[in-house]
């Protein structure tokens, strides 16, 4: 039976990773005989909006739903579009509606790459972060009010409900238990915003108790961004809040060297909607159109997505054909910003094939 998926590029170099991503797929589906079936979506992305007034149709939902998973690029075009429109109109609706309240992010110091951080070697970086990815922060619950006037106020409240916190700890503390170190760190800032927090707080102690062999800690935000950087090897499970996981899921690629190979999965456990697959970084305004961007981030999240559809062994191979295209270095084949001379199809190529087999 065909796996059916909604294929997004959104803007940007966002446009550029995705042909990789998928020819990473259609290697992998050769292979292990798998039948993947991409369909093609112009919606999601900056030029969109400037031709139709709105980042998605407003049948998106209904044309959505019934894929298997969706794998997106990149979104946002601060130039043409405001990014909070931009985004809140398209993946962040994604995430809401279809309740992808998990955002799993992977931080691994792959062999060949050289992390900013002095002395580490592959190995001692190898976490997860676990993302709230409906709530916390991220709430459409506030407004603006004498607009205009010198009593001009802005608000906007953090909302975290005892379901969407309990569900996404739940989902890291058993994340936690599939790892050999079995470890638990929570992110959170109690000290100082003094009502969401420490209810956070609270529910992961509750957790903790139905996981008596999880070994627990908590950080408070400030600390652990310092602790990413001075003892990355203490990470195993980080699970935070909404805002919390992004930054942390933006440092913590850093720290394995470049944020270009970082990839996510935006998951509704249950399977009623379609959980979402992207890279962490962004559209880059900055590279794009060059050909230069690194398309690991596309393909790592594809190679996700397999593994979310049930296929490990061919998720598997996507990654190790990362890990050998990494570990032989031929700085041709690299992009720039792991210390190459080549270009995103380059990259994207040689990983291809070396998943053939
Ligand atoms: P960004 O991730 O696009 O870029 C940050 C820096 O990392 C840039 O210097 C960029 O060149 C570099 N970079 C990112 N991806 C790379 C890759 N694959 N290879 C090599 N270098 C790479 O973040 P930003 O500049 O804050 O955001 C740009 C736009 O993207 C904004 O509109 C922002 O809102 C949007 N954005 C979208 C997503 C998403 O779609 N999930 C995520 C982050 C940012
Ligand atoms: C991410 C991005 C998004 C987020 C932005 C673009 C809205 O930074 O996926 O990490 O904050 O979730
Ligand atoms: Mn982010």
Redesign the pocket.
Known sequence: MAHRIAVIA?D???TE?MPEGIRALEAAAKRFNLDLAFTTFEFGSCDYYLEHGKMLPDDWFEQLKDFDALF?G?????DKVP?HI??WGS?LQFRRQFDQYINLRPCKLMPGIKSPLAGREPGDIDFYVVRENTEGEYSSVGGKMFAGTEREIVLQETVMSRIGVDRVLKYAFDLAQTRPRKKLTSATKSNGISITMPYWDERVAEMAKQYPDIAVDKFHIDILTANFVLHPDWFDVVVGSNLFGDILSDLGPACTG???IAPSANINPEGKFPSLF??????????AGKG????I?QIWSGAMMLEHLGYKEASEAMVNAIEAILSEGNSQVL?R?IGGQGNTRSLGQAIAERIGG
């Open positions: 959104g940007g170099i966002g990773v997106y990149a979104v946002g075009w601060p990014d931009s985004l993946l470049t944020i270009g992207e890279p962490v970084h962004g559209s880059a305004p900055d590279i230069v961007a690194n398309p981030g992009t910003d």
